[in-house]
């Protein structure tokens, strides 16, 4: 008489459970009473048995990170930061740190005469004079009314003589 098999509906289930948690699948294994070993030889399994649990196995994994993404969407909503980083991450060819590509406008040689698609030109002169006001308007806790303040004045404030 050989061993039982582990294999089991209801440890599918404690399995699938755990791991629609968000826990490593070697961890949902030992929850469901399984080796981690026993998990790696169900996943290389060729039984409809072992072929209807993985795709159940995709199907909980897919879940998850549907549930995880909204959460962070919904956080991004009250946080600058978590916003920015969701779109950097999210929108890399906008919002990445490798999106925007400082030249002079003088540097393209295109017939038109205007950057390649992805390429943002930003004039030194430009950039000297909104760095350090921005960095000025950053002081104080994020969200608080007076660096808000600082910011709504900055957008407001027309260029003065001379200024880009």
Request: with cysteine; proline share 9%; charged share 25%.
């Amino acid at each position: 008489m050989g061993r039982p098999n582990k294999f089991t509906p209801e440890r599918c289930e404690r399995f699938i459970a755990a791991y629609s948690t968000g826990v490593p699948a070697e961890t949902a294994a030992r929850h469901a009473g399984w080796a981690p070993a026993t998990w790696h030889r169900i996943k290389r399994g060729t039984s409809p048995d072992h072929v209807a649990f993985r795709e159940d196995v995709v199907r909980a994994e897919t879940e998850l990170e549907l549930r995880l993404a909204g959460t962070v969407t919904q956080a991004a909503f009250g946080s600058a930061r978590l916003a920015l980083a969701l779109l950097e991450r999210r929108f890399s060819e906008r919002w990445g740190r490798r999106a925007a590509v400082l030249a002079r406008a003088g540097d393209f040689q295109s017939p038109e005469g205007t950057p390649p698609p992805g390429v943002i030109v930003l004039e030194p002169a430009l950039l000297e004079a909104v760095v350090p006001v921005l960095l000025a308007a950053r002081l104080g806790p994020a969200g608080a009314p007076e660096a808000l303040r600082r910011v709504e004045r900055f957008a407001l404030r027309a260029p003065e003589d001379g200024e880009a």
